[in-house]
């Protein structure tokens, strides 16, 4: 199995993927230092190698202990890394010795980089003193006029200027021009720490213009490795090739998005936490009283959803996934039929195909286009749909009399948000009985409510690109009717296939049937799960899943689910009859 995939990475171009070299202390607590910087660059998609400096052995509560590196060994670390590796910009941390900052000027010198960026770390957040103010003059002198950009923080600004006080936006600027006059082309002054204001506002200076950039202060106590996030993040954004100041906004906004993202997280019983540079964390604990990853033995009973069916019951979407997971549901798939372009009326020897899913009964076909009509489909006929106000253009082709063809095309804004809304609320559902949620289609949906994965047909995005969209945990199903789909879903990294339709159906318009024999052929084909779809219900399923394939897994149902009038009942029946013909 693995040998095709590795093969087709192998064609692959070589490409230099941007890097960023850290030279800086180690946290033990992993909030700040090289362990920040580490995260920072993971998540922003730079590769991070690392000098380390100073052992640090520190936590949420402050610093207990410091290591310092001799500087020789500082010296090997980076030639190891820079006489070896293509480093675009190098970020510098804890520099705790007159001896470390001389070795790396020399190294500089020796192999020069694209970007330095120096973030003058000198006292924890905790208070602690990470190198003492003998290293100042030596920063000064050895590095500051190297920098490409140098981050100081209120009190590190103000110790770089010779104890100084800076109190106001007003005092930030006049530091950022003393302190370019050091030498470093750009200056950002941290203004976190500034009194009466409630947002975190920061000063940058590239020699002739100021910038003042606010982020909204984040009210939380996981704060610690801000700094040096913050530094890594611009030091990863000039490694892809931006210019500083953009560099230094991206940055700026995501450590806000992160710190806004972590503020609740609990790690150590101190009074400064770290946060979570990858965006992560929450979510696992959410996610952490239900399975992660896929199980197969999940398709079984797959319902998915027909929100058409749903109006005509006279049902929520909630209510229909509750019943449907009470009755036994093993997996449920959101599909929003909107987007397609369904054969949906026939009306007085008019044929209109698409138009949309639900909102267009044929029934109430009597509707009429109040606002942007660019033509009317026939003399004398009006078309009202439910949700008319909605329709913003409308594409009349007469091909043939009497058939008419519309594509009408909805709002799209109203769509998504009504579908994302819809996801939310059915996840939860999903969530609380330890039931996976995918979504058809709509990878951006998936991933805005963290449902568990998405279902994706031949004409949608293909999941090798949903793929790297959705990470590597995500489940991706793909709808296949031929062996060579079935071959291509594996080779895109796909969990299941659903095969279908293998029986005629009315829920989805012109969709060729594989019937029994078709299934078979892809099972066999397959090396991944399947699932069999199309015109599955009580009467058929028992034969569907004795067709002889071990990789057939289970049966997605759309109609004979929704389409009862009690839900709970049919699906409870349903999944009775898959366990005993997945027993025999
Ligand atoms: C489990 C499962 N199998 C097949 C399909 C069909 O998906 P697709 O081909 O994308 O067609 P639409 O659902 O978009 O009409 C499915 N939804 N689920
Ligand atoms: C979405 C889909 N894909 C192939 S057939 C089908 C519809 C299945 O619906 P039903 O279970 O009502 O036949």
């Avoid at 920072?40 to 640090?56: F, L, M, N, P």
């Avoid at 709002?411 to 330890?434: V, Y």
Wanted: hydrophobic share 45%; net charge neutral.
């Amino acid at each position: 199995m693995q040998e095709d995939r590795t093969l087709m990475a192998s064609n692959h171009t070589k490409m230099k993927i941007p890097h960023v070299l850290t030279v800086a202390g180690s946290d033990s607590g992993a909030g700040a230092g090289i362990q920040a910087d580490l995260k920072a660059c993971a998540a922003r998609g730079v590769y991070c190698s690392t000098v380390i400096t100073a052992v640090t052995a520190q936590n949420t509560v402050g610093v207990q202990g410091v290591n310092i590196v001799p500087e020789d060994f500082v010296a090997e670390q980076l030639k190891s890394v820079l006489s070896d590796m293509q480093v675009d910009v190098v970020k510098t941390g804890m520099l705790p010795s007159l001896g470390i900052i001389s070795v790396l000027n020399q190294c500089l010198k020796e192999f020069p980089v694209r970007a330095l960026v120096v973030d003058p770390v000198m006292v924890s957040t905790s208070g602690d003193v990470l190198a003492g103010p003998s290293i100042l003059a030596e920063l000064r002198e050895e590095l500051l006029h190297m920098a490409d950009i140098i981050t100081p923080n209120l009190k590190e600004a103000s110790a770089l200027l010779g104890g100084q006080q800076l109190e106001t936006v007003s005092d930030m600027r006049a530091a950022a021009k003393l302190l370019h006059e050091m030498g470093p082309r750009n200056v950002l002054v941290k203004g976190g720490h500034l009194p009466d204001s409630s947002d975190a506002i920061d000063i940058f200076f590239d020699g002739q213009d100021f910038y003042e950039l606010r982020s909204s202060r984040i009210k939380t106590r996981n704060t610690h490795g801000t700094g040096c996030s913050l530094a890594s993040c611009i030091a990863a954004e000039l490694a892809k090739g931006s210019g500083m100041l953009p560099a230094v906004k991206v940055a700026k906004r995501y450590v806000e998005t992160a710190l806004d993202y972590s503020k609740d997280i609990v790690i150590g019983n101190g009074p400064q936490g770290p946060f979570d540079h990858l965006l992560r964390l929450k979510s696992s604990v959410k996610s952490s009283c239900r399975q992660v990853g896929f199980n197969p033995s999940d398709l079984l009973l797959y319902a998915v959803t027909d929100s058409r069916m749903n109006q005509k019951w006279s049902r929520s979407i909630t209510d229909a996934v509750k019943a449907a997971i009470e009755g036994g549901a093993t997996i449920v798939q959101l599909r929003m039929t909107n987007s397609l372009l369904h054969l949906i009326a026939f009306m007085i020897g008019v044929v209109v195909l698409q138009i949309d899913h639900y909102n267009a009964h044929i029934g109430s076909l009597n509707i009429t286009i109040p606002k942007r009509r660019k033509t009317m489909p026939s003399p004398g006929m009006e078309m009202s749909f439910k949700k008319a106000s909605r329709l913003i253009s409308l594409k009349c082709f007469i091909n043939f009399p009497p058939v008419l063809i519309c594509a009408v095309e909805w709002e799209k804004d109203a769509e998504t948000r009504e579908f994302l809304e819809a996801a939310k609320a059915c996840l939860e559902i999903c969530h609380s009985h330890g039931i996976p949620l995918l979504i058809n289609d709509r990878i951006d949906i998936a991933l805005a409510c963290d449902a568990d994965g998405v279902h994706v047909g031949q004409s949608d995005m293909p999941a090798s690109v949903a793929r790297t969209f959705l990470g590597p945990e995500k489940i991706i199903g793909v709808s296949c009717k031929t062996p060579e789909q079935a071959h291509q879903a594996w080779i895109d990294g796909a969990d299941y296939i659903g095969c279908g339709g293998v029986f005629p159906t009315n829920t989805k318009a012109n969709n060729l049937t594989v019937g029994l024999d078709g299934l078979k052929t892809v099972c066999e084909a397959s090396k991944l799960p399947v699932v069999a779809i199309g015109g599955i219900g009580a009467a058929n399923a028992r034969a569907v899943m004795e067709i002889g394939a071990f990789n057939l897994r289970g049966v997605a149902v759309v109609s004979a689910l929704f389409d009862r009038e009690c839900i709970l009942t049919e699906t409870r029946k349903f999944h009775a009859l898959l366990k005993e013909a997945a027993s025999m």
